[in-house]
C-alpha cells in the first residue's frame, strides 16, 4: 500500500523552513510541511493532509535535533499561533529572516542586492506593546488568549514571553472580571454572546495601559461594576474603551468607538519624541526596535534641514515628526483620519511646527502633493503588508524624488516594489533586515533607494 497517505508516519530530514515558519522535507522527491519542524531536525511525522505532490505532517517527534533547536521557553508554544519560531535558537532566526529578505528579493524580484545581516535584540523578551486577544467558552469554561495555529480554537492565555508583562497582568484580570460578572464571551459560530476581544496597548515609557473591550452587542453588560473592579486591581490602568463591532467578521475592530473611562489616549515615547496614540492608530509594536528603525531611516535620509520630505503610510507621524529636526518640512499621508488627527497632536506635543498631515490614500494624494510642492527631496514609505500601489511608485519617480527610503514589514510585496522602482532608475541601497518581531516568522525591513 502506498506510503503517501494520511495516517502513516515517516522520518524525514527537514531542509528548509517556509516564510510561515514551517519546516520542510522531502519524501520520495515530494514535499511535507511540519510546523514545529526547522531545518537540520530529523522528525518522526504523521501525514495529516496529503495532496499529490505534497503533504502536512504532525510532527511525532525529534529524532535528532538540529543544532539551531532550543527547548521552547514559553509552556503555550506548541499551540500558540502567536509565536512560530519558539523552538529556533535567536540567533538562526535573525540568519533565517536575513535569508528570507535575499530569497523574495532573488526569486520574486530578481534582484540582486548586499542585504546586511539582521539587527536583533539584546533581549528578545517581553517587546510587544499591544495585544489582541479572543474570548470564547471551551468546554463551558471561559477562555481568552491567542487563536490555535491554524485554527479558531483559543489558547488559555496563563503567560506570554513577547507581550509586556504588564499586557498578560491585565489580560488575566479581564478575564477573571468578566467570567465573575456574568459577562458572556462572543460564540464565532452562533455569533450571540457579547465580549468579543480585548484589545490591550502598554506605553513602555509611562508603564501605562489601555484597555479597548470589543463587543457584538451596543450595551456592554456591569461595565461600571468591570471598571471599577480593573482600575482597583490595576493601578497602570489609565484608558478603558468601548468598541462595537457587530458584524459577522474575523476583523477585530468596529467602526464604532467611545471611551468609557480615563484617557482618550495613552502617551509613549520613542527616542526623543513624545506621541500621543489613540484607541484604533497603528503605532509599531516594539518600541525598542522602533527607535533602532526610525535612526536607520534618519541616517539613511542624511538629512541637511533644508529638505521637503514626504512621509507616505504615515499612521500618527511617527517616522516624520522623528525626522523633522533636520528637514525643512515633513508631508506626511495617511488613510485613517484618526491616525492623522494622532499625527498632528504629535507634532503639537514636541513642538514641531514643519510638519503637515493629510488624510487620504498614498496614490491619491500624493498627485495632488506632487503639483504643490515643486522640489520634493526625499521620501519615506512605510506602507501596509499589501505593499505601495505601482500609481505611488510611478508619481515617485515621475516626480524625480531623489532619495527615497522603504520600511516593509513583508519581503514578498518589497521585491515587487523594489524591481518596479529598479525599472523606473532607482539604485537599491544596501537592506537592512530588522528584527521587530523576535520567535514570530515576521521579518521587518528599511532600505534606501536613490535616484541614477
Ligand atoms: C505599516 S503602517 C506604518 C505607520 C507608520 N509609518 C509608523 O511607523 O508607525 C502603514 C499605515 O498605512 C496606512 N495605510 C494603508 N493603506 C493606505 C493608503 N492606501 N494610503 C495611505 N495610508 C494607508 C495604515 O492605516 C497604516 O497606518
Known amino acids: 500500500m502506498s506510503n503517501w497517505r494520511v495516517g502513516v508516519e515517516h522520518v524525514v530530514a527537514i531542509t528548509g523552513l517556509t516564510h510561515e515558519g514551517m519546516g520542510v522535507g522531502r519524501i520520495d522527491n515530494r514535499v511535507v510541511f ?112 491567542f487563536f490555535q495555529r491554524g485554527s479558531h480554537d483559543i489558547v488559555d492565555l496563563h503567560t506570554c514571553e513577547i507581550q509586556h508583562p504588564l499586557i498578560t497582568k491585565l489580560a488575566l484580570a479581564v478575564k477573571r472580571a468578566a467570567g465573575e460578572l456574568g459577562i458572556e464571551p462572543y460564540d464565532e459560530v452562533r455569533h450571540s454572546g457579547v465580549l468579543r476581544h480585548a484589545v490591550i496597548r502598554v506605553s513602555f515609557a509611562q508603564g501605562k495601559l489601555m484597555l479597548i473591550l470589543v463587543t457584538r452587542t451596543r450595551e456592554l453588560p456591569h461595565s461600571a461594576e468591570l471598571i471599577a473592579r480593573l482600575t482597583r486591581e490595576i493601578p497602570e490602568l489609565v484608558s478603558v474603551v468601548h468598541n462595537i463591532n457587530p458584524r459577522v467578521t474575523n476583523v477585530i475592530l468596529g467602526r464604532e468607538t467611545q471611551v468609557l473611562w480615563g484617557e482618550e489616549h495613552l502617551l509613549d515615547a520613542v527616542g526623543h519624541l513624545r506621541y500621543a496614540i489613540s484607541p484604533l492608530s497603528f503605532f509599531q509594536v516594539n518600541p525598542v526596535q522602533t527607535r533602532v528603525l526610525y535612526d536607520l531611516v534618519r541616517q539613511n535620509l542624511r538629512l541637511t534641514g533644508a529638505e521637503t520630505v514626504l512621509d507616505l503610510y504615515c499612521g500618527a507621524g511617527t517616522i516624520g515628526l522623528y525626522v523633522a529636526a533636520q528637514a525643512g518640512q515633513v508631508i506626511g499621508v495617511e488613510s485613517v ?106 521579518v521587518e525591513t528599511g532600505v534606501l533607494m536613490s535616484r541614477l
Not at 401 to 415: G, H, I, K, M, Q
Open 337 to 442: 483620519s484618526a491616525a492623522v488627527e494622532d499625527a498632528r497632536r504629535n507634532a503639537e506635543l514636541n513642538g514641531i511646527a514643519n510638519a503637515e498631515f493629510h488624510v487620504g490614500r498614498a496614490e491619491e494624494e500624493l498627485p495632488k502633493l506632487i503639483q504643490k510642492h515643486t522640489a520634493i527631496d526625499a521620501a519615506i514609505v512605510d506602507p501596509p503588508r499589501k505593499g505601495c500601489d505601482a500609481a505611488v511608485l510611478r508619481a515617485l519617480s515621475a516626480a524625480g524624488v531623489p532619495r527615497l527610503v522603504y520600511v516593509s514589514c513583508n519581503p514578498s510585496t518589497l521585491a515587487r516594489d523594489l524591481s518596479q522602482l529598479a525599472g523606473l532608475g532607482y539604485r537599491l541601497g544596501p537592506v537592512q533586515p530588522v528584527d521587530m518581531f523576535p520567535w514570530t516568522r515576521h
Open 34 to 145: 511540519v510546523p514545529q519542524a526547522i531545518p537540520g531536525d530529523q522528525v518522526r511525522l504523521r501525514l495529516v493532509h496529503v495532496k499529490e505532490r505534497l503533504a502536512y505532517g504532525e510532527l511525532l517527534r525529534v529524532v535528532e535535533p538540529s543544532p539551531q533547536r532550543r527547548a521552547p521557553s514559553c509552556p503555550h508554544a506548541l499551540l500558540c499561533g502567536g509565536c512560530q519560531l519558539q523552538h529556533m535558537d535567536y540567533a538562526a532566526q535573525l540568519r533565517w529572516k536575513r535569508q528570507q529578505v535575499v530569497d523574495a528579493l532573488e526569486r520574486l524580484g530578481g534582484l540582486e542586492v548586499e542585504v546586511l545581516a539582521t539587527l536583533g535584540m539584546a533581549d528578545p523578551y517581553h517587546y510587544r506593546n499591544k495585544a489582541q486577544l479572543p474570548l470564547g467558552r471551551q468546554g463551558g469554561q471561559l477562555v481568552m488568549g
